[in-house]
Each structure stands twice: as C-alpha cells, then as structure tokens.
Nanobody, 123 residues
Framework: QVLLVESGGGLVQAGGSLRLSCAAS????????MGWFRQAPGKEREFVAVIDWSGVSTDYLESVKGRFTISRDNAKKMVYLEMNSLKPEDTAVYYC????????????????WGQGTQVTVSS
C-alpha cells in the first residue's frame, strides 16, 4: 500500500522558515517523481514544486522560486520542502504527491497523495 505522510507544518511569522517532510512507506521512491502542492481556503490546489526520481531536476511555482527548495533522499524514502522568507500568501495546506515516471505539474497527474500539513504565516 502506497502511503505518504507529511509533517513539519506550523505557525510562523512572515520572513520565517519551515521545513516540510514527506515520508513514504510500503513502497520505494525509485522511479517516482515527487511533487509538493498547496491549497489555500477557497482556492484550487496548486503546484508548488517538483523533483524527478533522481533528484537532479527540479522546478517551482514562479512565486516561490528562490525561497523554496525541494529535495529527496531515496534511501530514507523522504522528500523535503525547505521554505524560507515565508509570506502570508504562502498560508495553505501543503500536500506531498507521487507519480511514476517524469515530472508533471497538474494535480490530476499524481495518483498518490498524503493527508497534508497546515502552514500558517502570520503578518
């Protein structure tokens, strides 16, 4: 059974940092692209960052480029999202997602999802 569990969310002041973690269990991350998405209240879930299975290729939502960094450790079956210089508009539930094959940006292209972790940035 594919299982993804996010952690590391919380309340932080604007300008602060958080590191989200996504733990995979019951399967290997090898061969899977991993993405981070977020959903703010009343808004659609949106792409934030993606990393290919090898960890070499990454891409980001334009508004988080230079502030967020996605990384992975396939041996530990972990994916991370380092978030710096956080802004109130980053407030959302953040989800980890997995798909076999190459990187993609659409919510519907990821069959496996975690339960999400809340990130709240106060001004």
């Amino acid at each position: 059974q594919v299982l993804l569990v996010e952690s590391g969310g919380g309340l932080v002041q604007a300008g602060g940092s958080l590191r989200l973690s996504c733990a995979a269990s019951g399967w290997t991350l090898i061969g899977y692209a991993m993405g981070w998405f977020r959903q703010a209240p009343g808004k659609e879930r949106e792409f934030v960052a993606v990393i290919d299975w090898s960890g070499v290729s990454t891409d980001y939502l334009e508004s988080v480029k230079g502030r967020f960094t996605i990384s992975r450790d396939n041996a530990k079956k972990m994916v991370y999202l380092e978030m710096n210089s956080l802004k109130p508009e980053d407030t959302a539930v953040y989800y980890c997602a997995a798909r076999g094959g190459g990187t993609r940006y659409g919510v519907n292209e990821y069959p496996y999802w975690g339960q999400g972790t809340q990130v709240t940035v106060s001004s």
